[in-house]
């Protein structure tokens, strides 16, 4: 029988410090079958038992490959997704037990900026539309005159002219689209974001350009970030600390210096090993972890360690416990019973 430890979880809720403490998140979807009487017949576990905090005006950035839960953690946060299982503080308020009017309201301190900007954004609603719509929403303004106001300053706040404000979304590049939906969600002005993938879909020259200004909106709006990616190059610059998903359950968490000089996990050493490195010379001695296999489903994750099918370093006993995430340094966990 597989055992599910899970004690030692990266916890924080007496710190006042700490903006988002996510405890033992689960998020599964449910198979059905049948065509008139639909029944479940399996859930498909994309987020399965997922602990870990983010400090006031810091960025954690989650990374892992496509299809392992990151998306979806973020959207459990926001309460996008109502999460199967366990709690998200914010602040004080536990998100996923909040009822919906108070949720409503908790909107105005959390959002998020989405992967593609260009089904992000609504084709028929001007950009000072878009980017006032929360404004209207929440009732910050009193008056149009107000309310045209505040969208002219939000775009000089993301490098957008403010008489950008009357064109449509078909008419801006992929990079100041993105800066719309950035302008957008700045608009309440909130406490968290949670940015998901927002320079994938950007060409390379407009990539350092969209960083440069999340980094200085942070600074002047005292912002929390989540930066979801899968460009590690990309998370090392950006974040404070970094967290390794896969396939539902994070692999390891520690400061973004800490992680790239010491990594501890095989899936996250595998992950730097794929990085390239400028240095030709560099790159032609350092080892590469190639691993075998295949990604399992989540729909029938392996028992035990999830990781243990592909793991160069697994033995009998990582097939039958699941192991704790526990800390093995000054902010450094790991999930692996061979560290």
Request: charged share 20%; hydrophobic share 40%; aromatic share 6%.
């Amino acid at each position: 029988m597989t055992q599910q430890v899970r004690l030692n979880q990266p916890t924080a809720t007496k710190d006042g410090n700490i903006l988002i403490d996510v405890q033992h998140l689960k998020m599964y979807f449910p198979v059905t079958s049948g065509i008139i009487v639909q029944r479940k017949v399996a859930d498909i576990k994309a987020v399965d038992d997922v602990s870990f905090f983010i400090r006031r005006g810091e960025t954690l950035g989650l990374v892992g490959e496509s299809g392992c839960g990151k998306t979806t953690t973020g959207r459990c946060i926001l309460q996008l997704y109502r999460p199967t299982a366990g709690s998200v503080q914010f602040g004080e308020l536990d998100l996923c037990k909040a009822p919906g009017q108070l949720l409503r309201a908790m909107r105005r301190k959390m959002q998020i900026v989405f992967q593609d900007p260009y089904s992000s954004l609504n084709p028929r609603m001007t950009a000072g539309s878009i980017v006032g719509e929360p404004l209207l929403i929440h009732k910050l303004v009193h008056n149009n005159k107000e309310f045209r106001q505040q969208v002219a300053d939000l775009l000089q706040t993301v490098g957008l002219n403010p008489y950008m404000a009357d064109r449509y979304p078909h008419e801006f590049s992929g990079g100041q689209r993105q800066r719309i939906g950035i302008a957008r969600a700045l608009a309440v002005r909130p406490e968290f974001m949670v940015l998901d993938e927002p320079i994938s879909a950007l060409d390379v020259s407009i990539q350092a350009q969209v960083l440069n200004l999340l980094e200085d909106l942070q600074g002047q709006f005292n912002l929390t970030y989540l930066f979801i990616a899968h460009d590690l190059s990309v998370v090392r610059h950006i974040s404070d600390r970094v967290a390794v998903m896969y396939l539902g359950h994070i692999m390891e968490i520690a400061d973004r210096n800490e992680l790239y000089a010491n990594p501890l996990h095989p899936y996250t050493k595998a992950l730097l090993s794929a990085v390239p490195i400028p240095d030709p010379l560099v790159e032609a001695k350092r080892e590469r972890i190639i691993l075998r296999g295949d990604v399992p489903s989540p729909l029938r994750p392996p028992p035990g360690c999830v990781f243990h099918t592909r793991c160069p370093i697994a033995i009998d006993e990582c097939r039958a416990a699941v192991p704790e995430l526990r800390k093995v340094g000054t902010d450094h966990w790991v999930a692996c019973i061979r560290v």
